[in-house]
């Protein structure tokens, strides 16, 4: 019982660090820990285990073990008093810092188990340094003497965090001053923004009483054309109430500068500050909280009558800027504007649409083939199109499926049927090539064969859409792959936040009742699901098959395995356990097989093209040869040049 | 524990076998301490590490970057951790600021033996300098003729203060501290002198081990080497009692060779003389005694005796037992051997396998009380039983070689120094309470 229970444990971390992942099976670490957990035995023979397998002469191998290590050593006190007996050996496996014992061969792996090691060693520290001394060595050294890189996680969080508080006292301390100055300046800021207030209203007050008696028509000319168009009314409408609103004139230019000039002080420069104050007072942070209350009270008051006289002037006074950020020239130009043609805004489009409308049916064909060319330009051109001429409509038709074709000679016969002499070309020297046949023809199909149009394909630019998932840290995928994204899976229609759209919907563009659509999204749905069960069926009859086989070879394999063992057991009692060792691999788990190749294929160099040559030209062979040629070359030469010596 | 201290209210037991089982049950338990740290203020490796001989307290280290410092053991600078380590600052240290500073690197550093107001420092830069602790300036000043590799003062010198010597040097010196000038200059090793010892029965003896692979023992009252040990010379195991050793002598040199029979007499001879009178009165009984006999002798043995070696290879650390019979040498063909040192002969003890360090001496330490002796093999320190030489318990901590260990039978405490820089302290395990303020270690299973 406790054997095999032991037996488990290290089969388990055998599995668990037999792999070519990145990161522990967490169901095996799970496992491995609870079986740990409730026997200290057990978790002798992990310690021991681990350790042996940091010993293996393989990086991945080590990094799994060394991850395991980490978890059991953050959660167990007698594994940690184990572990940190031996702890220089481990960091030496683990770091690779003796010369004779460098780490083993998968070099990126081995950079990991460097890094990772390092990072562990310093987290051991942090939390159990006080308990073991040779944690502590073992950090002072890799610190001191290998001169190592920690990574400092915990300095790094302490630092960040002071250079914050740090951050904040200053800004706290600049939002007291700056509430110091409000203090001692608040009664001035106040007084004159009421001054500027007051001026406003009173100026408001002289233009009102002036301007009531005028009578609000400055568009008499225009009211004697026709209403019969909707459009011109609401024009007219428009106009109307504006008229309402205070014009200026020569009488009260002075008084509207003045308006002007104090509405311009009043929203960039006291509201502005008004509202900069307020967001001071919220911000700082006070010991005197009454005070501060009641100046925020009276901010927000300011504030708020400010606003008032704002949209009052705005009311009542047409001519001032709506918006307070306008530099200077903008807003003159824009009164001089405002001075020739007062309604000039986003109607005076559609109105000019109206006044060339009407001329669009009686103009000729070929105006009325230029607006054809661009089809959905506007609903009111359209309409003025259809009720155009029939001829007109087929024409457009036609030239709608016309084909696109080159200008070439054989558009001179196009569509003609008949067949063409072949002799008869102006210029003849007679009989020069013997006799002529005057008559031959050819005919039709010959020439519409010969004149057959070769088309060049011509790639279809596609506009591929980027993939627009939401992205973790922020904004929307921008990768553009035409159906799916690596990342995202498939391309599919998202709104503007990224969320997917329904596709029922948006793929065929039509608009159902939320009724049909229920019923279609059932059908679609049995329709998978009838789909799903037959592949099922597919699946499991194949597997059936597998199995099968399996199981012949199995019985096959099992018999063989008997009787060599038989024969094993005939010569020592050694090899018997060896067979028996095989067979625990070969039954136990018929994948571990698989992956063992996989690990042992990290360590395979890849043979690249410099190998494969410098195999064939680097042999002893090819150096023999080349060596003799070489000699024998030289031996030549030498005989020619000195052909009197021997 | 108990029990024995009931036994000892008895009287059942005597005071002094009490006092050797406490302190055998706490050597037993010897593991790295987690409470004390001693911080290295060294920027190089740790040579020589002592802790005094009268108050067992203060603890002087010389290392590889000529810094020398002493720390005191017992009384914590600071404590850390939640009041869980104490750290041990150095007192002083003498590093390359100072104005009479060794150049090189500090190869030994000694207490000197009769109070702590003195200490000794010998450096690859040829000088063995004496300091005065208390101000710690140079006192005196000794120039070598070649790298000091070892420095050694005999604790129970009562008529002299010599400083023994070895260096690059065939020769060893023995600078004496009261006039400032060489004493003597013992020639006779074939090649640089590593390790140098004092007696610890005979104030006169001084025994050397050289990088020629011989250990050599000298009385310095008279000129030449008295005896070279042999390692093909041997006796099987612990000396028997007295009759029937001489009887066995006997039998011995009957066995041996002709040149080697004049020797081994003469050895008996001298055993007898340095082992049974040597302490007690150093008189002029024995010189007349012995004198003769060695002067005559002295041709025969340069021609037979001379060659001989205890070691293959150079002879790295030599440690006498307490009591003076016996000695324990390490060299550089990682071996070690027990010699006693009344007849010459290697006991043949087989000391476990074990690697040493080869090119630097080796500071070896003993433990009287549970004949253990303490050697640094690479970065272990392993502890072998005195007599069977089996391996008792294996200190692993520093993390690169181990050059020196120091064994304070006061506080059954064990300080280890290796080229990682650090100092280490191996002390008996005492259960503390965990009631630590800071981070409880304890388990903490999550799932």
Known sequence: ?646 | MWKEIEKRESGRIRPRSFANRVKSSRVASLHLSNHKDIVSPHKGSVNSLQVDLTEGRYLLSGASDASAAVYDVQQPQKLEGGGLIAKHRPLFVIDKQHEHRHKYAISSAIWYPIDTGLFVTGSYDHYIKVWDTNSTQVVMNFKMPGKVYSTSMSSLATSHMLIAAGTEDVQVRLCDIASGAFAHTLSGHRDGVMTVQWSNSSEFVLITGGCDGAIRFWDIRRAGCFRVLDQSHSQLGRRPPLLERSAMTKGSTSRSLSGGQNMSKVAAVSRKSSHGNGTKHPGSNRISAKGPIKQRLHPGMLSGQDRATAHYGAVTGLKVSEDGMYLFSAGSDSRLRLWDIESGCNTLVNFETVRLQTNKPIQLSMCADSALVFVPCMTVVKAFDFWSGKTCFTFRGHYEYVNCCCYSAQDQELYTGGNDRQILVWSPFISYEADEGTTRNEDSWSD
């Open chain 1, 1 to 646: 019982m406790e054997e095999e229970e032991v037996g488990r444990v290290r089969q388990l971390i055998e599995k668990a660090t037999d792999t070519t992942a990145a990161e522990v099976d967490p169901r095996l670490l799970k496992a491995i820990k609870s079986v740990v957990r409730h026997s200290d035995s057990e978790l002798r023979t992990a310690a021991q285990t681990l350790m042996s397998l940091m010993k293996r002469n393989h990086s991945q191998v080590r990094y799994m073990s060394l991850l395991i290590i980490d978890e059991l050593f953050m959660r167990s006190k007698l594994f940690r008093t184990l572990i940190v007996e031996n702890l220089d050996q481990l960091l030496s496996f683990s770091m690779g810092f003796r010369k004779n014992m460098p780490l083993p061969a998968p070099q990126a792996v081995a950079s990991r188990l460097h890094s990772k090691a390092i990072e562990f060693l310093e987290k051991w520290n942090a939390s159990f340094g006080v308990h073991y001394r040779q944690l502590r060595l073992g950090f002072d050294y890799c610190k001191n003497n290998l001169r190592l890189q920690f990574p400092d996680i915990q300095g790094n969080a302490t630092r960040i965090q002071q250079e914050r508080r740090e951050r904040e006292i200053r800004t706290q301390e600049i939002l007291h001053k700056k509430f110091k100055t409000l203090k001692e300046s608040f009664p001035l800021i106040k007084e004159e923004i009421q001054s500027t207030v007051n001026e406003i209203e009173e100026c408001l007050d002289i233009v009102s009483t002036k301007e009531e008696p005028v009578p609000p028509v400055p568009l008499d000319d225009e009211d004697c054309d026709d209403f019969r168009s909707r459009e011109i009314l609401q024009l007219r409408l428009a106009s109307l109430k504006e008229a309402e609103k205070v014009h200026e004139d020569m009488d009260n230019k002075v008084l509207f500068d003045v308006l002007r000039e104090l509405y311009r002080l009043l929203v960039t420069r006291h509201l502005v500050s008004v509202q900069q104050w307020i967001s001071v007072v919220v911000k700082v942070d006070v010991t005197d909280n009454r005070q501060r209350d009641s100046t925020l009270k009276e901010l927000i008051n300011i504030q708020n009558k400010i606003q008032f006289v704002k949209r009052k002037c705005e009311e009542l006074v047409s001519a001032l800027p709506t918006t307070a950020k306008q530099n200077l020239e903008e807003e003159e130009d824009i009164w001089e504007e405002g001075k020739i043609e007062p309604r000039d805004n986003g109607s005076s489009t559609t109105l000019r649409n109206q006044y060339e409308n009407p001329s669009v049916p009686s103009t000729s064909g070929l105006e009325s083939m230029t607006s054809g060319g661009s089809i959905g330009e506007s609903g009111g051109s359209k309409a003025s199109i259809e009720s155009g001429g029939g001829k007109n409509n087929s024409r457009t038709k036609l030239l709608v499926e016309a084909p696109v074709m080159r200008w070439g000679p054989y558009l001179d016969n196009w569509g003609s049927n008949s067949g063409v002499l072949a002799n008869q070309r102006g210029l003849d020297l007679e009989s020069h090539w013997g006799r002529v046949d005057y008559d031959a023809v050819i005919p039709a199909e010959k020439i519409a064969e010969l004149s057959v149009q070769a088309t060049l394909y011509k790639e279809e630019q596609v506009n591929i859409k980027p993939c627009h998932a939401p992205l973790s840290r922020g904004g929307l995928c921008q990768r553009r792959d035409l159906k799916v994204c690596p990342f995202h899976g498939p391309i599919i229609p998202r709104d503007s936040a990224g969320n997917p759209l329904d596709q029922n919907v948006s793929a065929d563009g039509r608009t159902y009742g939320p009724e049909t659509d229920l019923v279609k999204q059932l059908a679609k749905q049995a329709v998978k699901n009838v789909r799903t069960r037959d592949r099922e069926d597919i699946e499991k009859r194949i597997n059936d098959k597998q199995s099968l086989k399996r199981a012949k070879l199995a019985k096959i394999r099992e018999h063989n395995e008997a009787v060599l063992r038989e024969a094993a057991l005939a010569s020592t009692s050694r090899s018997a356990d060896i067979a028996e060792d095989i067979d625990g691999i070969g039954t136990d788990k018929p994948s571990s097989r698989k992956k063992k190749e996989t690990l042992a294929s990290m360590l395979r160099k890849k043979v690249t093209t410099k190998d494969r040559l410098s195999e064939r030209l680097l042999n002893a062979r090819t150096t023999d040869a080349t060596v003799r040629q070489l000699r024998s070359d030289e031996d030549s030469c030498y005989r020619e040049a000195f052909p009197n010596q021997w």
